[in-house]
């Protein structure tokens, strides 16, 4: 089982550069996220999509975009990337279990550094 | 404000002995969660606990819960180095979820 899986892992971009991370999940979750880590700050919510064609902020929205482009798959735009959105980001999903809840898993993370 | 925090962010132990990890929250929700991080790597899920007064344990870490003080520890016996690493908690907010994070403790078990 592959899980959630983010493309890339690493990137380097130039102020002003635009790009994408992807992210799929073969688990067939209905909710994805896209978190950022900061040092010292723990992880924080940029967007989430609760279902197929549906997406919503979270609590640091701004500078990003994102598509829920089908079930799998979630992804997330720097249109114009500046230095402060230099982070490690986290896609996840969701599996909610009328038990026990709502199981996140995490992705591998992507490193991104704007210069 | 939603907020969780932690205490203490760093922490160094040494083998053998004990240690809490404080987890305070302010949503009303009745469940908290414990992730482990190693340095590079992702989230890996330690505990979901689900309701007021629950325990897990898994080796030498027991997490529990009271919501009526909103407080969550992780309690870890005996620490061995392979404990290393830094531990969150993180609290659902509205539906669907969505976490709130602690700040992380980071954890360093040495000889």
């Known amino acids: 089982n592959a899980g959630v899986t983010q493309t890339p892992k690493f990137q380097v971009l130039k102020t002003g550069q635009s790009m994408t991370l992807q992210c799929a999940q073969d688990?067939?979750?209905?909710?994805m996220y896209w978190y950022r880590q900061d040092p010292g700050m723990g992880l924080r919510l940029i967007y989430y999509?609760?279902?197929?064609?549906?997406?919503d902020k979270g609590e640091v929205p701004n500078g990003y975009n994102v598509s829920r482009l089908n079930k799998r798959e979630f992804s997330l735009r720097l249109e114009s990337a500046a230095p402060s959105q230099t982070s490690v980001y986290f896609c996840?999903?969701?599996?909610?279990?009328?038990?026990?809840?709502?199981?996140?898993?995490f992705g591998e993370g992507s490193w991104l550094t704007v210069v | 404000e939603l907020k969780v925090e932690q205490n203490p962010l760093f922490l160094s132990m040494q083998e053998g002995k004990n240690y809490t990890i404080y987890c305070n929250y302010s949503?009303?929700?009745?469940?908290l969660y414990w992730y482990r991080q190693d340095p590079g790597k992702s989230l890996e899920s330690l505990f979901v606990?689900?309701?007021?007064?629950a325990v897990k344990q898994e080796g030498r870490l027991m997490a529990s819960l009271d919501t009526k003080a909103r407080l969550s520890t992780l309690h870890i016996t005996a620490a061995v180095h392979d404990l290393s690493a830094t531990y969150f908690c993180?609290?659902?907010?509205?539906?669907?979820?969505?976490?709130?994070f602690g700040q992380g403790t980071e954890l360093s078990v040495k000889p």
């Open positions: 996840a999903s969701n599996r909610r279990d009328r038990s026990s809840g709502n199981t996140i898993y």
């Open positions: 688990m067939n979750h209905n909710s």
């Open positions: 999509s609760a279902s197929e064609g549906t997406t």
């Open positions: 949503t009303t929700s009745d469940r």
């Open positions: 606990l689900l309701s007021n007064g």
């Open positions: 993180a609290e659902p907010y509205n539906q669907g979820g969505k976490l709130i």
